[in-house]
């Protein structure tokens, strides 16, 4: 399958900082890739839909002045959340699809642990 | 109500044990039918990729859509303790215009026991 990684794999940061997560789609270009939350023993929660060249769309309850996000090229996304608190602590994943309507491939996520 | 529901388990088997995992849905508007497997810690892995309604299997995978019922379902034969892990199944609407946005159900927890 299709190949997306994500860096950094893990990352503690104090509260009040901001992180920039990565997604990378190694073999294939992807215009659009999603960002997803995952707290402990749940399911994926989607937060937003980056779009190469353009803004992104956001879900409902996601506050897009906290969680910026970048599609700079057609392999590259970037999360960053600003001025991180420790309610922001969780697992976030990124995934796109080299084709149309299907396959959806995920990257390998990224802790965040904010102090 | 959930528009997915999933079972979140856990589900617990012996080894060579047939795992049996199903999802259900509300929403006609589902088309494509994904199943993942996630381990712990890290991002969800694509098993299987279903469009129309019947059976399609991969190896020891088996994955079941009947779309008048709104249910589908994963087989695992043949189980092993490296299937531990939690199943996620996720479908899409093919009617939003988002094209890749799914919709995942909770996730099963599966447990294969030496």
């Known amino acids: 399958g299709a190949v997306v990684s994500q860096h950094p794999s893990r990352v503690i940061c104090k509260s009040g900082t901001s992180v920039k997560i990565e997604c990378r789609s190694l073999?294939?270009?992807?215009?659009?890739m999603f960002w997803y939350r995952q707290f402990p023993k749940q399911s994926l929660m989607l937060m937003a839909t980056s779009n190469e060249g353009s803004k992104a769309t956001y879900e409902q309850g996601v506050e897009k002045d906290k969680f910026l996000i970048n599609h700079a090229s057609l392999t590259l996304s970037t999360l960053t959340v600003t001025s991180a608190h420790p309610e922001d602590s969780s697992f976030y994943i990124c995934s796109a699809s080299p084709t149309g309507p299907g396959e959806l491939f995920f990257g390998e996520g990224s802790r965040l642990t904010v102090l | 109500q959930k528009e997915v529901e999933q079972d979140p388990g856990p589900l617990s088997v012996p080894e060579g044990a047939i795992v049996s995992l199903n999802c259900t849905y509300s929403?006609?508007?589902?088309?494509?039918f994904m199943w993942y497997r996630q381990y712990s810690r890290k991002g969800p892995e694509l098993l299987m990729y279903?469009?129309?309604?019947g059976n399609k299997e991969d190896g020891r995978f088996t994955a079941q859509v009947d779309k008048s019922s709104k249910y589908i379902s994963l087989f695992i034969r043949d189980s092993q303790p490296s299937d531990s892990a939690t199943y996620l199944c996720?479908?899409?609407?093919?009617?939003?215009?988002?094209?890749?946005?799914?919709?995942f159900g909770g996730g099963t927890r599966v447990l294969v026991k030496p």
């Open positions: 073999d294939f270009q992807a215009t659009t």
């Open positions: 279903t469009y129309s309604s």
């Open positions: 929403n006609s508007a589902f088309q494509y």
């Open positions: 996720a479908m899409r609407d093919i009617l939003k215009a988002a094209g890749n946005k799914l919709t």
